[in-house]
C-alpha cells in the first residue's frame, strides 16, 4: 500500500536527488559539515553573569476552554523564537480524548508570549478525534520544525490494535506537522506505515518534548525522534525514528530494551547517540544505552543510579549544542526530572548537570521541591537555559521557567564513596574519590556530609587537587548507639569558591 507521505516523497525524492548528491560531495570534512550554518545557541558559562531563576504560568487548568493542560515540548527556532508545546485537554483525559496540539510563541527570549494557536485541532463531536504528547525538532540546515504527536481515535496507546491504516479508528497514529515558516503554518502528515516495520508492533507514540539533530560525524545532519512501542509480546520498547532527508521521509531503527517508556536522546561529544528512558519496570531509575550508528541500533540497556525518576517523563540535552566534537564543552549535560526513586512520587523538580558525557553527575539544584511531572529544556538563543514543567504532578497546567548556569552554582568535581557499614555506636571511616575536571586547582576544597539525626561528623580532610588529578579525601564519622540497623542514604557534598558537586552513598548499620 502506497500511503500520500510515500507519494509525495518519491517525487520530491527524484527532484532532489543530483542536488542532494552534490552537496554531500561537497563537503569536504563531515563531522564538521554544518558547524558553520547552525545558529550559535550556547550557554553562557557558569561564572558569566549572576544567578537567576524566573517563572511565568504559560496555561492554567480551565481556562480558555480547556479543562486540563499536559505534556510540554520545547523548541527555539533558527530566527531565535521561544515555541512551547502542550496538550489541551477538554475533557481532562490523555489519547483518545479529543485533545488539541497547542502553541504559544515568545519573540523577546521568554518575557512576553503570545496568545495560545493550535497546531491541531481536536474533534470533540462523535466521531471524535484528538492529538496528544507534543515533541519538536527544529531542523538547523533548512529551518523546518516538526512538531510530532499522536492522533488517536477510538483507542489510546494501552489499547490500540496491530495495524497501520491511517483511517483505522482501533489504532493509534503517529503524525508529524511541519513548518516551514517559523511555526506559523503547519502541514500534517501520518506516518504510522512509515515507521511500523514489523506488523505485530501494536501501539506507538512519540516522547513529547524535544527530538535532535546531529552536529558530528558521518550522520551529521539527522534528525532523530524517541518513540515507545508495543511490540507483538507486550513489551514497551524504545525506537529511534531518524529522517537522512530533513524529514521527507522517516523509518524506525531496531527497538531497545524491555520495560522502556517515554525516552529521550542526545548526541555526546565523541557522536555517540545516549538514550535516557524512563523504566516501565519501575526500578526507580532511569534507564540509558548508547548507540555507534546514530540511532538504528543501541547496545546493552543499563540502569543509571545516579539519576532517580519515579517512573516519569525527563529532558536531556548539551547545554553547548553547537560545541565542537570532543571539546570539554560538548559534554556537557544538562537534565531535568521529578527526582524522586519511589514509583507515582512525583515530586522534587531537579536539574542536573554532567561535565563527562552523563557519566557522572554531580551538580543538581531544585526548581520545584512540590509535585512536578513532565520537564523540557532548549538552550536560548540568550545563552539562558529555558525549561517547561508541569507543577503539581501534572495538575498545575504549563508552566515556564528560565535560568542560567550561574544558578546551577556546579563544580566540575564528580565525587565517588563506596558502600560501607558500620556498628552502633562506633566510628566509620569513609574515602572520597574526588575527580578534578575544572580546568584548575582545588587548593582548598571543602567537604560536608548530610548526615541522620544523632550522626556526627568528626573530621574530614581534602588534599589540593589540580586539574585533570583524581585524590582521595577522607572523613571520620560517628554513628550513635542508638542508630536503628538498615540502609541510611547519605550526602557528601565538596565545595570550592561558592561552587558545589556532591553525591549520594550508602552506610549499612547492623
Given at each position: 500500500?502506497?500511503?500520500?507521505?510515500?507519494?509525495?516523497?518519491?517525487?520530491?525524492?527524484?527532484?532532489?536527488?543530483?542536488?542532494?548528491?552534490?552537496?554531500?560531495?561537497?563537503?569536504?570534512?563531515?563531522?564538521?559539515?554544518?558547524?558553520?550554518?547552525?545558529?550559535?545557541?550556547?550557554?553562557?558559562?557558569?561564572?558569566?553573569?549572576?544567578?537567576?531563576?524566573?517563572?511565568?504560568?504559560?496555561?492554567?487548568?480551565?481556562?480558555?476552554?480547556?479543562?486540563?493542560?499536559?505534556?510540554?515540548?520545547?523548541?527555539?527556532?533558527?530566527?531565535?523564537?521561544?515555541?512551547?508545546?502542550?496538550?489541551?485537554?477538554?475533557?481532562?483525559?490523555?489519547?483518545?480524548?479529543?485533545?488539541?496540539?497547542?502553541?504559544?510563541?515568545?519573540?523577546?527570549?521568554?518575557?512576553?508570549?503570545?496568545?495560545?494557536?493550535?497546531?491541531?485541532?481536536?474533534?470533540?463531536?462523535?466521531?471524535?478525534?484528538?492529538?496528544?504528547?507534543?515533541?519538536?525538532?527544529?531542523?538547523?540546515?533548512?529551518?523546518?520544525?516538526?512538531?510530532?504527536?499522536?492522533?488517536?481515535?477510538?483507542?489510546?496507546?494501552?489499547?490500540?490494535?496491530?495495524?497501520?491504516?491511517?483511517?483505522?479508528?482501533?489504532?493509534?497514529?503517529?503524525?508529524?506537522?511541519?513548518?516551514?515558516?517559523?511555526?506559523?503554518?503547519?502541514?500534517?502528515?501520518?506516518?504510522?506505515?512509515?515507521?511500523?516495520?514489523?506488523?505485530?508492533?501494536?501501539?506507538?507514540?512519540?516522547?513529547?518534548?524535544?527530538?535532535?539533530?546531529?552536529?558530528?560525524?558521518?550522520?551529521?545532519?539527522?534528525?532523530?525522534?524517541?518513540?515507545?512501542?508495543?511490540?507483538?509480546?507486550?513489551?514497551?520498547?524504545?525506537?529511534?525514528?531518524?529522517?537522512?532527508?530533513?524529514?521527507?521521509?522517516?523509518?524506525?531503527?531496531?527497538?531497545?530494551?524491555?520495560?522502556?517508556?517515554?525516552?529521550?536522546?542526545?548526541?555526546?561529544?565523541?557522536?555517540?547517540?545516549?538514550?535516557?528512558s524512563r523504566d516501565s519496570k519501575r526500578s526507580g531509575y532511569r534507564?540509558?544505552?548508547?548507540?555507534?550508528?546514530?540511532?538504528?541500533?543501541?547496545?546493552?540497556?543499563?540502569?543509571?543510579?545516579?539519576?532517580?525518576?519515579?517512573?516519569?517523563?525527563?529532558?536531556?540535552?548539551?547545554?553547548?549544542?553547537?560545541?565542537?566534537?570532543?571539546?570539554?564543552?560538548?559534554?556537557?549535560?544538562?537534565?531535568?526530572?521529578?527526582?524522586?526513586?519511589?514509583?507515582?512520587?512525583?515530586?522534587?523538580?531537579?536539574?542536573?548537570?554532567?561535565?563527562?558525557?552523563?557519566?557522572?553527575?554531580?551538580?543538581?539544584?531544585?526548581?520545584?521541591?512540590?509535585?512536578?511531572?513532565?520537564?523540557?529544556?532548549?538552550?536560548?538563543?540568550?545563552?539562558?537555559?529555558?525549561?517547561?514543567?508541569?507543577?503539581?504532578?501534572?495538575?498545575?497546567?504549563?508552566?515556564?521557567?528560565?535560568?542560567?548556569?550561574?544558578?546551577?552554582?556546579?563544580?566540575?568535581?564528580?565525587?565517588?564513596?563506596?558502600?560501607?557499614?558500620?556498628?552502633?555506636?562506633?566510628?566509620?571511616?569513609?574515602?572520597?574519590?574526588?575527580?578534578?575536571?575544572?580546568?584548575?586547582?582545588?587548593?582548598?576544597?571543602?567537604?560536608?556530609?548530610?548526615?541522620?539525626?544523632?550522626?556526627?561528623?568528626?573530621?574530614?580532610?581534602?588534599?589540593?587537587?589540580?586539574?585533570?588529578?583524581?585524590?582521595?579525601?577522607?572523613?571520620?564519622?560517628?554513628?550513635?548507639?542508638?542508630?536503628?540497623?538498615?540502609?541510611?542514604?547519605?550526602?557528601?557534598?565538596?565545595?570550592?569558591?561558592?561552587?558545589?558537586?556532591?553525591?549520594?552513598?550508602?552506610?549499612?548499620?547492623?
Amino acid at each position: 500500500m502506497t500511503t500520500p507521505s510515500q507519494a509525495r516523497n518519491r517525487l520530491a525524492g527524484i527532484a532532489s536527488m543530483a542536488l542532494t548528491i552534490g552537496l554531500i560531495a561537497s563537503l569536504p570534512v563531515p563531522a564538521q559539515a554544518n558547524s558553520d550554518r547552525f545558529p550559535n545557541y550556547d550557554a553562557k558559562p557558569p561564572q558569566a553573569g549572576q544567578p537567576f531563576y524566573t517563572e511565568h504560568q504559560l496555561a492554567t487548568n480551565g481556562e480558555n476552554g480547556f479543562a486540563n493542560y499536559r505534556i510540554t515540548a520545547l523548541a527555539v527556532t533558527n530566527e531565535g523564537d521561544i515555541l512551547a508545546s502542550y496538550d489541551g485537554r477538554p475533557t481532562a483525559k490523555d489519547s483518545p480524548g479529543p485533545n488539541s496540539i497547542l502553541q504559544r510563541r515568545s519573540t523577546d527570549g521568554g518575557i512576553t508570549w503570545e496568545e495560545q494557536t493550535p497546531i491541531q485541532q481536536g474533534k470533540v463531536e462523535v466521531p471524535i478525534v484528538g492529538y496528544s504528547d507534543p515533541s519538536y525538532i527544529v531542523d538547523r540546515e533548512t529551518g523546518d520544525i516538526f512538531n510530532f504527536h499522536v492522533k488517536s481515535f477510538d483507542r489510546g496507546f494501552s489499547n490500540s490494535q496491530p495495524g497501520t491504516d491511517p483511517n483505522d479508528r482501533n489504532v493509534i497514529q503517529a503524525e508529524v506537522s511541519v513548518s516551514r515558516d517559523n511555526g506559523h503554518t503547519w502541514e500534517h502528515d501520518v506516518i504510522t506505515s512509515d515507521i511500523t516495520p514489523d506488523p505485530g508492533w501494536r501501539s506507538r507514540f512519540a516522547a513529547s518534548g524535544q527530538g535532535i539533530q546531529l552536529k558530528y560525524g558521518e550522520h551529521a545532519g539527522r534528525l532523530i525522534q524517541q518513540y515507545t512501542i508495543i511490540n507483538g509480546a507486550g513489551d514497551f520498547q524504545a525506537v529511534s525514528v531518524y529522517s537522512d532527508d530533513h524529514g521527507k521521509n522517516w523509518q524506525a531503527g531496531e527497538p531497545v530494551g524491555v520495560g522502556m517508556d517515554e525516552n529521550k536522546t542526545v548526541e555526546l561529544s565523541d557522536g555517540r547517540v545516549m538514550l535516557n528512558s524512563r523504566d516501565s519496570k519501575r526500578s526507580g531509575y532511569r534507564k540509558v544505552a548508547f548507540s555507534e550508528d546514530g540511532g538504528i541500533t543501541y547496545g546493552p540497556v543499563t540502569v543509571d543510579r545516579e539519576l532517580p525518576d519515579p517512573a516519569n517523563n525527563a529532558s536531556i540535552v548539551r547545554a553547548y549544542p553547537n560545541a565542537r566534537e570532543g571539546s570539554a564543552k560538548a559534554k556537557v549535560l544538562l537534565f531535568s526530572n521529578a527526582a524522586s526513586s519511589l514509583p507515582g512520587q512525583r515530586v522534587n523538580g531537579t536539574i542536573r548537570m554532567s561535565f563527562d558525557d552523563g557519566k557522572t553527575w554531580p551538580a543538581s539544584k531544585v526548581f520545584q521541591p512540590e509535585g512536578m511531572s513532565y520537564s523540557t529544556l532548549a538552550t536560548l538563543p540568550n545563552g539562558n537555559i529555558g525549561l517547561l514543567y508541569e507543577p503539581e504532578a501534572g495538575y498545575g497546567g504549563i508552566r515556564y521557567a528560565a535560568f542560567n548556569l550561574a544558578w546551577l552554582e556546579g563544580l566540575a568535581a564528580p565525587l565517588n564513596v563506596e558502600t560501607t557499614t558500620a556498628t552502633a555506636g562506633s566510628t566509620v571511616d569513609l574515602s572520597v574519590s574526588i575527580t578534578n575536571q575544572t580546568g584548575r586547582a582545588l587548593p582548598k576544597a571543602d567537604l560536608q556530609f548530610d548526615l541522620p539525626a544523632g550522626w556526627v561528623l568528626e573530621s574530614s580532610n581534602v588534599p589540593r587537587i589540580l586539574s585533570g588529578e583524581n585524590k582521595t579525601a577522607t572523613a571520620r564519622i560517628s554513628v550513635p548507639a542508638d542508630a536503628q540497623g538498615g540502609i541510611h542514604r547519605l550526602t557528601a557534598k565538596l565545595t570550592d569558591r561558592g561552587l558545589s558537586s556532591s553525591t549520594v552513598f550508602t552506610v549499612q548499620t547492623d
